[in-house]
């Protein structure tokens, strides 16, 4: 673990882009703060309730496999350091760095806004998808249960569905999941990193342990939910030698398609991850931002489509030739079912009434 006691990021570090100070602790006071203030208190995690006028996010990204989705948090717990929506917190003037992974926001609403944007008339149905910031699984869905308000109207609409999480509370609303996927309305994608207990253990902290997310992915086939692995993402010299491993593993877990993704490091993520590194592997920190930036056109990140979510160079071919052959290997992604979308129903109640 970090010296920051079980959090992912090293530091509280500001971003430079919006209003936050750049402050540096005065360095005589760090030499004497345990005789004169005690040891600092452990950071505890804080939730903040937002109340959003609209629930729905909408893209236009041309490399990603959805145009809407919804984000029951801002924030995540889990810590993850090269997590890509830490800079995002800023807009808040917090820190990307350990604010991220502490200084939370929840939407309770979620579910009630969402029944609204549905009924409206012209809503075009198409899949939702929940995860694709922060994840919608986090520790406090235990006692907020916004991700699962949220689900309760997608399936009570017949609505389609796409759910991306690193955690096995997922298979809490495993009652809400199969009769949707016996409607062919929803998949699951568990994400998983590593199988090494000590790397996930620095890389997303407060995350479930890889061999929970395992049987997660079992769970959810055993239900006949379709359920997906993403490696993502994979990082050069730490966990790329994992690759064929985390295939037959997923595929012995049941999953149907597996996929992977080079590690991202866009605005404040990459000085947090340099941080990391320079904690948790010194020894090979300059291999692994060299070859990052090698994938990346010499750069930290790549932020142009489609190379963002690829990498390009040697280093990246490399990696999708051993990720090809084991996806054949082990006989995945043959079949992929899209979706269905012609069973939606607008929501009823007060706005439901209408059609």
């Known amino acids: 673990m970090s010296k920051s006691t ?26 004497t703060r345990g005789d004169i203030d005690g040891e600092p208190a452990r950071r505890r995690t804080t939730v903040t309730v937002e109340h959003p006028r609209t629930i729905i996010s909408r893209n236009t990204s041309p490399d990603i496999g959805f145009d809407r989705s919804i984000n029951p948090y801002r924030g995540c717990e889990h810590g993850c350091i090269y997590c890509f929506a830490r800079p995002s917190h800023a807009y808040h003037d917090l820190s990307p760095g350990l ?4 200084k939370l926001f929840a939407k309770p609403d979620a579910a009630a806004l969402l029944r609204v944007e549905l009924s409206k008339l012209g809503y075009v149905v198409a899949p939702m998808a929940l995860g694709t910031n922060t994840d919608p699984y986090q520790p406090i869905e235990t006692d907020w249960r916004v991700t699962r308000s ?65 049987t997660a992915v079992r769970r959810l086939a055993d239900a006949g939910i379709p359920v997906n692995v993403s490696i993502a993402p994979v990082i050069p010299a730490i966990t790329d030698h ?15 398609y597996v996929f992977f993704l080079p590690v991202r490091l866009p ?13 948790h592997f010194p020894d090979r920190a300059g291999k692994v931002m060299a070859t990052i930036q090698s994938l990346r056109g010499g750069r930290d990140n790549d932020s142009n489509f489609f190379t963002r979510m690829q990498g390009q160079g040697p280093w990246a071919e490399l990696m999708r030739t051993r990720f090809a052959i084991a996806v ?20 009823r109640g007060p706005q439901g009434e209408l059609f």
């Open 242 to 256: 994992e690759i064929e491993h985390l295939v037959a593993r997923a595929a012995e877990a049941g999953a149907r």
């Open 99 to 102: 604010d991220f992974e502490s």
């Open 328 to 347: 054949r290997k082990h006989d995945l992604n043959r079949d992929r079912v899209p979706l269905r979308r012609d069973l939606f129903r607008p929501p």
């Open 6 to 31: 079980g959090r992912g990021a090293t530091g509280n570090q500001a971003s430079a882009r919006f209003n936050l100070p750049q402050t540096e602790a005065d360095g005589d006071w760090l030499d």
């Open 150 to 214: 949220v689900i309760e109207v997608l399936a009570e609409t017949d609505h389609p569905l796409g759910i991306t999480t690193k955690s096995d509370r997922v298979v809490r609303d495993i009652d809400l999941l199969a009769p949707m996927a016996a409607k062919g309305l929803v998949s699951v994608t568990l994400s998983i990193t590593s199988l090494d207990p000590k790397i996930a253990a620095t890389l997303e902290p407060r995350a479930p342990t890889p061999e929970r997310r395992l």
């Open 267 to 279: 605005w404040e993520v990459a000085p947090l991850f340099r941080a990391w590194l320079d904690e």
